[in-house]
């Protein structure tokens, strides 16, 4: 079975014969299912989702429908054997069907991936070509599906003007001159769009239309929004009119054969990270095609210099591609055990630095870890030795990734972030620079002195101007609100509501960003949990909230709100100990607070014994990007109902 809702709604047997959903209402549900994306929707959301005024037999009514459904998408089940598609789950219901099969969620994939990598345009085009008109076009009056069609609409766009980019950046693109101008035409507003038309323009030979295009988009957006055409426009417009080699199609810098290729891969593939966003994921890419080019050429030295020549700064203790950073890892493995232990020692500390870096902590078993820290030890005393500066701070990046052994240790990072600063200011490394307060930031913060934080995030901010690093506002966007959220809580402190709009505003600054590593999921949805907790009140239970990696120790909270007591207390026995990395002690504080609510005595054992050598520390502060306030808090109340009070 397949189902659409990129048009009316619709769902096919796998042959494309239509299945007979029954009537409007019963559309409106599945496609209301559809959009929670296989998370449960509580029936009384389901029921305000469908009716703005409920009739007085309303719940009664969605349990036929839901029936009906039932019978529709799986009319060979047998009698009195439970659903497997539309599933009751709790309070409300859920559909259950693997992504591939939903024509919105495909979209949204190969919109994922498009964003990554060039390699998956044909999805994108294929996912493009499937809409056929406006999303959930037949669900009208429902505030849910207006809502959804103006965001999966702001995604189709995005996808136009992705897919577009992708071809003028492969060399075609000439042949979207027609395209382009239709959808400038209907969307006016749309800066970049103005500059992929006059790409196009450009490379189908019409330089003068192109300048002309850009001349028109600058009238437009000063006669009518009063604004100046942003960087890229008028970059591009320079360009255009000195010829410059930026307007054509990358080209491979190098090919299997050519000896000094990855070398100077790698290098390029440095300095595109330092502009984070597309670049930064690009550029890992190339970084690790470049190793494997220098493995196959059999020179060792090579080797090690390409995989140990990509010293770019990293802060967050979790990978958004674990894989690649195995596969990076295992290359340096490899070449460290080929230049033996006697080998130069400069290039056996960026080996092992590169594997210190590269084994972020969340993602590691208890081997990986013990390796990755040695590595990380090995690197610094190898670094120390040699008196390079810039392999210091390389090898110092490693440790400050494999500090996060146990919760407590703030004060042994903000040491490490001061080092690396000292090192970046007196030896001109402006990007470690960068690094280095953010390190101190996140430690200050951690500590509670927001105020250090405060000086350390404008002085990244400033750093971050002149070396190019456009994902540090978006940081220190997330500090203050965190700083919003923990001041919410004093007498003549900013309202809750205005510490929530601050952090979904920093979370919309991060969505419009890639090369975050780590970051992408969870973290707005733990930032609002935080905020409830610090004034009292429980856990949110919006289905559309994604907790990301901090499933398992958010949801017995969540489970706790709708009152499914006995749930909650499964769930926070199967729950893992949190994993080693910025989120640790946050994590421990919601566990322990969870285990004091239901009685749990084992939990809250481990929780206290986990806390104990943080009590100073402010939890989830050492993300720098939320708080759950004092860890002092949820350890009185594990140790309480430990009985060790």
């Not at 959930?136 to 996808?159: H, K, M, N, P």
Request: charged share 25%.
């Amino acid at each position: 079975m397949h189902i659409d809702v990129l048009g009316a709604v619709r769902a096919l047997h796998d042959d494309g014969t239509p299945l007979d959903l029954g009537g409007p209402r019963h559309r409106e549900v599945l496609a209301r299912l559809v959009a929670a994306g296989g998370r449960m929707v509580p029936t009384d959301t389901l029921v305000d989702d469908l009716w703005a005024e409920p009739p007085a037999r309303a719940v009664g009514a969605l349990r036929t429908f839901v029936a009906a459904l039932r019978r529709a998408v799986e009319p060979d089940r047998p009698p009195r054997t439970p659903p497997r598609v539309l599933v009751t789950e709790g309070p409300g219901y859920a559909l259950r069907v693997p992504r591939d099969t939903v024509d919105v969620h495909r979209f949204e994939d190969a919109l994922a991936r498009a964003r990554r990598t060039p390699d998956a345009l044909p999805g994108l085009v294929a996912a493009l070509a499937a809409w056929r008109g406006p999303a959930y076009a037949d669900v009208t009056g429902s505030t849910w599906a207006q809502r959804e069609r103006i965001r999966l609409e702001e995604l189709r766009l995005e996808g136009v003007e992705l897919r577009a980019r992708l071809l003028l950046d492969s060399g075609s693109g000439a042949e979207l001159v027609a395209e382009l101008g239709a959808h400038v035409t209907e969307h006016p507003w749309r800066e970049p769009a103005w500059g992929l038309l006059a790409r196009a323009l450009h490379r189908a030979g019409r330089q003068a239309d192109a300048l002309a295009t850009l001349r028109r988009a600058r009238t437009m957006l000063a006669d009518q929004l009063g604004l100046d055409p942003g960087a890229d426009l008028r970059r591009l417009e320079t360009d255009i009119l000195r010829g410059s080699a930026t307007l054509q199609p990358a080209r491979a810098v190098w090919t299997a054969g050519v000896r000094l290729g990855p070398r100077t891969t790698v290098e390029l593939a440095r300095t595109l990270a330092l502009a984070g966003g597309d670049a930064l994921v690009h550029s890992r890419r190339d970084r690790l095609a470049a190793a494997q080019a220098a493995e196959r050429t059999g020179d060792i030295a090579l080797t090690a210099r390409v995989i140990g020549a990509y010293d770019v700064p990293a802060l967050w203790s979790r990978a958004d591609d674990p894989e690649q950073s195995r596969a990076v890892v295992a290359a340096a493995e490899r070449t460290l055990t080929a230049l033996g232990t006697e080998g130069p020692a400069e290039l056996r500390a960026r080996l092992l630095a590169t594997v210190a870096v590269e084994s972020r902590s969340a993602d590691l078993s208890e081997s990986e870890r013990r390796r990755a820290g040695q590595a990380a030890r090995e690197a610094e005393a190898l670094a120390r030795e040699s008196g390079d500066p810039a392999l210091l701070v390389f090898a110092l990046n490693g440790a400050f990734l494999q500090s996060f052994t146990r919760p407590g240790l703030a004060a042994a990072r903000d040491t490490i972030g001061a080092e690396i600063l000292g090192l970046a200011a007196r030896h001109e490394l402006p990007t470690f620079a960068v690094l280095g307060r953010l390190i101190r930031l996140q430690s200050a913060s951690a500590l509670g002195d927001l105020d250090a934080a405060a000086a350390h995030a404008e002085a990244a901010e400033q750093l971050a101007v002149s070396t190019e690093t456009p994902l540090v506002p978006v940081l220190t966007g997330w500090f203050r609100a965190r700083v919003t959220a923990a001041r919410s809580t004093e007498p003549d402190g900013p309202a809750a509501a205005t510490a929530a709009a601050h952090y979904r505003a920093a979370e919309h600054a991060l969505a419009g960003t890639a090369g975050m590593p780590g970051l992408h999921r969870g973290l707005f949805a733990l930032a609002l949990l935080g905020l409830r907790l610090l004034h009292g009140r429980p856990a949110p239970t919006d289905p559309a909230l994604d907790w990301g990696p901090y499933h398992p120790w958010t949801h017995p909270l969540v489970l706790l709100a709708r009152n499914r007591v006995e749930e909650a207390r499964t769930a926070l026995v199967r729950a893992p100990e949190p994993p080693l990395d910025h989120m640790q002690e946050a994590l421990w504080c919601l566990t322990a607070h969870t285990a004091a609510r239901l009685g749990e005595r084992p939990v809250a054992v481990r929780a206290a014994t986990a806390l104990s050598a943080a009590r100073t520390e402010h939890a989830g502060g050492a993300s720098g990007l939320l708080t759950l306030g004092p860890v002092a808090r949820y350890l009185a109340e594990a140790e309480e109902c430990a009985g060790k009070r």
